[in-house]
């Protein structure tokens, strides 16, 4: 048993590396095939350039203020969203006015408000911060809400009838009735805001990974480009691989992370 | 928990209507209380007139058309692409183990992380929001027509064989029609990522080629930014966004409920 799973685990891992292998080998011929650095740069050249910003530390401190937006506007959504949308679970009258306004403003996405953030907070650190927390917003709060709805009643109705308050209530049954799916509103909202950060970096920030590779486009520098690039698909992947193990270490008990992880 | 009754004219208009109501009439008051400001400071009354300045000199109906021309394009080019690889990978096992990988491999990266490069390959015209509209479509409808493919029961395939069906027979008359609302579903969360990308895509071109011939609706909205500074255009442009992307939804559930008439 164990050795068969060693030797899928290896097969896996070969595969990979050959699909890779061959992926790479095409961009390479194709790239001196069309033979012009600045169009499609050779793998191994960006692999170079790669390591030569991170040993100067470009990527590194562009990620990192990249990251700090994130982080900053993406806990500024939860700490709104997820009180605001127990409140809506909780109340329905509360429900019935706040989700026109919601459903409202939840098509304009967050990328179409940079032009006017930018008149508002000029090129710096308010305007990303803001897309970032528009954007992640709604599916926090959507998500907390419907959360809240599809806990079992009869489990409030017995801890009501064994004499708990409505404190206990909330604490002891609806937040953890629901937090699997306030974790899967954090994962959506985690990735429109991952995409609002690099939006507004690319229009109107002056650092950052979105900044870097803009900026490297106007150099006609393609391979530290497409390293920028790279990057963000990495860090992405990573953040939402971590946001999961989060939610599964947190909630092992929930049956549906088969569908939603 | 515990709602009183309430009447029914109260839960149909009052309640939903309320809150932007009231937001709206705040910020018609905010900006006429202060009239210094009222040269440029857009109220809602100015960005209803300015929809129907846009719409008659014909901005507004242009930049529509353009970006809407290059969403259709690029999500059919991409939507035909991921079905056919989907088919591929679900199929034969060679494919699915050169594709999976690298596959996998691009898909986490954010479709506005590629707008510098495609601006570098197709220049700052249509072909490069294409491409970025592409990319945004391509890997929900690939992982979804992938997984609705996978699911699809295998007696029914069995079933079908035992009557002698052939291979193409039994892709098209079993497989996709049973992977059908997983596909659409792709389809539709592809174009809703698809759309915030081409918008995102035509601004970061519209902010830096200074207002030349590449069009389309973010543009237009950087342009009223950087050269005239008429915020309501750029609020008619954001509230187009919206409506626009409603009504893709709208369109894409209309299809699903079209397509499959029956529950799923």
Known sequence: MRRSRLATGGAAITRYALSLGLFVLIWFLAALYVGKPNTLPRPDVVFHEALEMIASGELLTNAASTLRRLLAGFLLACAAGVPLGLLMGLSRSLEAYVTPLIEMLRPISGIAWIPLALYFFGIGEALPHFIIFYGAIFPVVVNTAGAVKQVDRRLVDAARTLGASHVMVVREILLPGSLPMIFVGARIGLGVGWMAVIASELVGAPSGLGYLIEWNRTMLMSSRVLVGVFSIGFIGYLMDWMLRRAAYATTPWWTGWKQHG | ?264
Do not use: C
């Open chain 2, 1 to 264: 928990m515990g709602d009183r009754e309430t009447p029914a004219w109260q839960a149909r208009y009052l309640r939903p209507l309320a809150l932007p109501l009231l937001l709206l009439a705040v910020w018609q008051i905010t900006v006429m209380a202060q009239p210094s400001a009222s040269g440029i400071a857009p109220t809602p009354f100015g960005v209803i007139r300015g929809f129907w300045e846009l719409t008659l000199s014909g901005e507004l109906p242009k930049s529509l058309l353009q970006s809407l021309f290059r969403i259709f394009s690029g999500f059919a080019a991409a939507f035909t692409l991921a079905v056919a690889a989907a088919l591929l990978v679900s199929l034969s096992r060679a494919a699915e183990y050169l594709l999976d990988p690298v596959l996998e491999t691009f898909r986490p990266i954010a479709p506005i992380a590629w707008i510098p490069l495609a601006i570098l390959w197709f220049g700052t015209g249509t072909y490069a929001a294409m491409f970025i509209v592409g990319y945004a479509v391509f890997f929900p409808v690939f992982v979804n027509t992938l997984t609705g493919l996978r699911g699809v029961d295998p007696r029914l395939v069995n079933a079908a064989l035992t009557l002698g069906a052939s291979r193409t027979m039994i892709v098209r008359e079993v497989i996709l029609p049973a992977a059908l609302p997983t596909i659409v579903l792709g389809a539709r969360l592809g174009m809703g990522v698809g759309w915030a990308a081409i918008v995102a895509a035509e601004m970061t071109v519209g902010s830096k080629s200074g207002g030349g011939a590449s069009g389309g609706l973010g543009q237009m909205m950087f342009i009223f930014l950087s050269y005239s500074l008429e915020l309501r255009y750029i609020i008619v442009g954001m509230i187009t966004v919206g409506i626009v992307a409603l009504l893709i939804d709208a369109g894409f559930r209309r299809l699903e409920r079209l397509l499959m008439p029956w529950p799923h």
